[in-house]
Every structure is written in structure tokens, then in C-alpha cells.
């Protein structure tokens, strides 16, 4: 069974920092590219981050382009996002999810391919 856990959400002012985790387990890790991807209230799900299976690979939606960064430990089975300069439109439940992609990164921005899902932690960046 995969299993993808986030943690690391919580409440913070407009210009402080947040590091989301998600611990992976049921799968071969180093398999797998990862995403990052929130969504509002009343909004559609939107992709955040994506990392390809050995880090070489990765995107950033414009919105936190020069703020987040996504990056991967595979020995741990470990996922992150660190936030920086955080703003009340980053507010949104954020979730970790896995593709098995292989060598084949040709879909790690496309929400679609991704098959596995962990529960959300909230991020609320109060102004």
C-alpha cells in the first residue's frame, strides 16, 4: 500500500517560511517523480512543484518561482518544499504525489499522470 504523508503546514505571517515534508512508503522511491500541488478554497488544484526520480529535474509554477524549492531525499523516502516569503495567496492545503516515471520525466508536470496521493496539511499565511 503507498502511503504518502505530509506534514509541516501551519499558520504564518505574509513574508515568513514554511517546510513542507511528505514521507513515502509502499513503493520504490527512487522510481518515482514527485509534485507538490495546494488548492484553495473554491479553487481548482493547482501544480506547485514537481521533481524528477534523481533531483535533475525541476518546475515551479510561476506563482512561487523564486520562493519555493522541492527537493527529494531518496535514501529517506523523503520529499520537500521549503516556502520563503510566504503570502496570503499561498494559503491552501498542500499534498505530495507520486508518478512512476521512470526515466521518462516527459509528464512530471502533468497533473493527470500522477496516480498517488497524501492527505493535505494547511498552510494559512496571514497578511
Known amino acids: 500500500l503507498v502511503q504518502l504523508v505530509a506534514s509541516g503546514g501551519g499558520s504564518v505571517q505574509a513574508g515568513g517560511s514554511l517546510r513542507l515534508s511528505c514521507a513515502a512508503s509502499?513503493?520504490?522511491?527512487?522510481?518515482?517523480?514527485m509534485g507538490w500541488f495546494r488548492q484553495a478554497p473554491g479553487k481548482q488544484r493547482e501544480g506547485v512543484a514537481y521533481?524528477?526520480?534523481?533531483?535533475?529535474?525541476?518546475y515551479y509554477a510561476d506563482s512561487v518561482k523564486g520562493r519555493f524549492t522541492i527537493s527529494r531525499d531518496n535514501a529517506k523516502n523523503t520529499l520537500s518544499l521549503q516556502m520563503n516569503s510566504l503570502k496570503p495567496e499561498d494559503t491552501a492545503m498542500y499534498s505530495c504525489?507520486?508518478?512512476?516515471?521512470?526515466?521518462?520525466?516527459?509528464?512530471?508536470?502533468?497533473?493527470?499522470?500522477?496516480?498517488?496521493w497524501g492527505q493535505g496539511t494547511q498552510v494559512t499565511v496571514s497578511s
Open positions: 504525489a507520486a508518478q512512476n516515471c521512470g526515466w521518462d520525466s516527459s509528464k512530471l508536470i502533468d497533473p493527470g499522470a500522477y496516480n498517488h
Open positions: 509502499g513503493l520504490t522511491y527512487n522510481y518515482y517523480c
Open positions: 521533481i524528477s526520480r534523481d533531483s535533475r529535474t525541476t
